[in-house]
Structures are given as structure tokens and as C-alpha cells.
């Protein structure tokens, strides 16, 4: 039984690692072994060498996120043929920020579809993201999703949104139109905004959404900054901007939130007073994520950590009594009139003996 159980749990933390460091060559080798679609013809295998060649001028944005490679091939299934492009990138955030690169909800055509975390169809072009995955399917329509149906059943992982896009109010926020920005290319002209005057110096992280308020529509600008320190010194320059309204504007801890598109000031505090901040403190390089493959190697760590400790115990333990032993016999462990031995006699005959009164 106990064999089993251990087993059972190697077992269970192989597979846990594996998932872990799960590949996009590994989930196109899934969605091949799981289903009718296939793969017609070699991959174009892209990194950050060479991935300006596919994306053009988004190189740089997509640099910054983090790209670990992109692969694009064409596949073909019961419903057709279907272009497929791969990215995989270095984090989840990463993966949801080029995807909201990708998507705009004012193209024509544009509809929302339940695919992966988040997805979109406009034209002859499914596209979703999920865990460190961003999926690219270009054909018929009905392929293209029951293809990214497939993708999505065979990816792993946890699907994470960066910090700063927590920080974006809920109230009359326009699904879609959500953004994550690290660059400056990423900051659309309708902001109206110098991307040198928002600090990608120093590292600042940015969600963008419009908010519908009264049937009008304004921009609302998250910038989040390493430390409050800098959130407060780039406050104190919009504030020595004159054409700069402090009704438009709100820091929050290390947030400075910023509203654009309108110049109704009520529609501005309405949005505004949604942004809130709480401090967390938090390890910043590497993540403090545990995954379980984690947990469950730092548990077995303790436990052969102990192991070891009980085990040169027990043995120094005794080797110093057979040593003591063998150099003063009798004189510190087993000394004669310390020994208490019973015996049995087992090879004497029985006794008998009478009560009497």
C-alpha cells in the first residue's frame, strides 16, 4: 500500500513539472496526438532575433513584454484549413498584454467569443490568450475556433493579469477595450499623451479602458510606478503643467490614474473614484508564486533533511558507544554491577513446590 502511495506521488510530481515547463512544441504535439487536425508542411520558427521579419514595427512592444518564441504553421482538419501563429511568451502577463496589443473592439467585425481566458473574432482571424500563450488562427471561421477550442483544452497553467490591471474600476468599464502597456508605441494618439512624460524610464507599467459614463465614453490611464516615491514625483510634473486640470487626475499610492476623452469633470470624478490602491509587500525577482511542483519539492527537502539529521544522530550516537566499548571496557557503558540479567534456566527440569498452610 505504501509502495502504491509513493508511486502515486512520484508520479504525480513528474507530471506537475512537466506542466510546468510545458512548451509550445509539447502543446502542438498534444493537439496532434488529441485530435483530427494535423500539421501540413515544416514550421517557421521565430525568436527575438528575428521576430521583427513577422510583426514589423510591434518588434520592440513585443520585445518588452517578453517573447520566448512564436511558431507558425499551417494546419488542416475535418472543417478545413487553418493558419496557425504560436506565440509564447515569458510570463502570463506578457501574453494577456500582447494580446490586448492585438485586439481592437472598433474594428469591423469585431466580436467577443468564449475562447481560452479571453478571445475575439474579426474577419477570417480567431484570436486568444492563455497562460504564457497568445493563439493566432487564420481561416474559415468554424475551423479556426474548433481548432482554438483544441489549442486551448491542451494548454496549461495559470492565467494571470498584470498588478496594474487590477487597479482598473469595474463600474462602467467597456469590456475589450483594456490595455497593458510597456512601451511606448503602446500609447494610442486618442490619449492624448507625451509617452516620454509618463516614465517607461523608470519602469513604469501602464492599463489603459474606456468607461462609458451617461452614454459618453472617456479614456482612464493607470500608471503604476516601482515605488510611491516616483508616483509622486511625476504627479508634481502634470501638476506644474498648466494645461493640466487636477479634476483629471488622481494618485493613489504608487498609482496615478488619469482620464482622457472628456472635459466633463463629473464624468472624470465618477471614474476616478473607482481607482483605488492597497500596498502589498511583495519579493519582487523572482515572483512569489509556488507552483506545486515547488511545494511539493520543498517539502520532500525537509523531509530529507530530517532523514539525514536522525540518521548522523543514530549513527554517531553509536559510534561513539562501540567506540567507548572497545577502548575502556566496562568502565563507562556496561559496567558489572550495573548489569541486571534474568535467566530463564530453560534447560533445568521443573520444580515443584507445595503451599502449605
Known sequence: MTKKWLAGLLWALMATVALQGQ????????????????P???????????IEALVGRRAPAIHRYGLTGVTVQNWTGPLGNVRLTLYEMLEPSAAYGLFTLERNPNQSGFVSVPLGTEGFRAGNRVQFWQSKYVVKLEGDSAAAEDLARTIS?????????????????????????????????GIGRELNLKPEALGFDDSVEI??????????TAHLILLLYPTQQLAKKYEELW????????????????????????????????????VNYETQVTWDQPRPDLSLPEVILTIFT???IALLFTFVVGLS???????????YPGRVFDRPEEM??????????????????
Do not use: C
Not at 24 to 38: D, N, Y
Not at 242 to 256: E, I
Open 23 to 38: 512548451s509550445r512544441e509539447s502543446v502542438l504535439k498534444a493537439v496532434q496526438e488529441t485530435s483530427m487536425w494535423t
Open 40 to 50: 501540413a508542411g515544416q514550421p517557421a520558427l521565430y525568436d527575438e532575433k528575428n
Open 153 to 185: 483544452e491542451n494548454v496549461f497553467g495559470r492565467s494571470r493579469k498584470p498588478p496594474v490591471s487590477a487597479y482598473l474600476p469595474p463600474a462602467n468599464f467597456v469590456p475589450g477595450s483594456d490595455k497593458y502597456v510597456v512601451e511606448a508605441s
Open 207 to 216: 492599463a489603459t479602458a474606456d468607461y462609458r459614463v451617461n452614454g459618453k
Open 239 to 274: 501638476a506644474a503643467d498648466t494645461t493640466s486640470d487636477a479634476g483629471f487626475r488622481k494618485r493613489v499610492g504608487a498609482v496615478l490614474a488619469l482620464v482622457r476623452g472628456s472635459t466633463d469633470a463629473s464624468i472624470a470624478k465618477i471614474i476616478l473614484d473607482g
Open 302 to 304: 525537509f523531509i530529507g
Open 317 to 327: 550516537f553509536g559510534g561513539i558507544r562501540v567506540f567507548v566499548k572497545a577502548r
Open 340 to 357: 541486571e540479567i534474568i535467566q530463564l534456566k530453560l534447560g533445568q527440569g521443573l520444580i515443584h513446590k507445595e503451599l502449605r498452610e
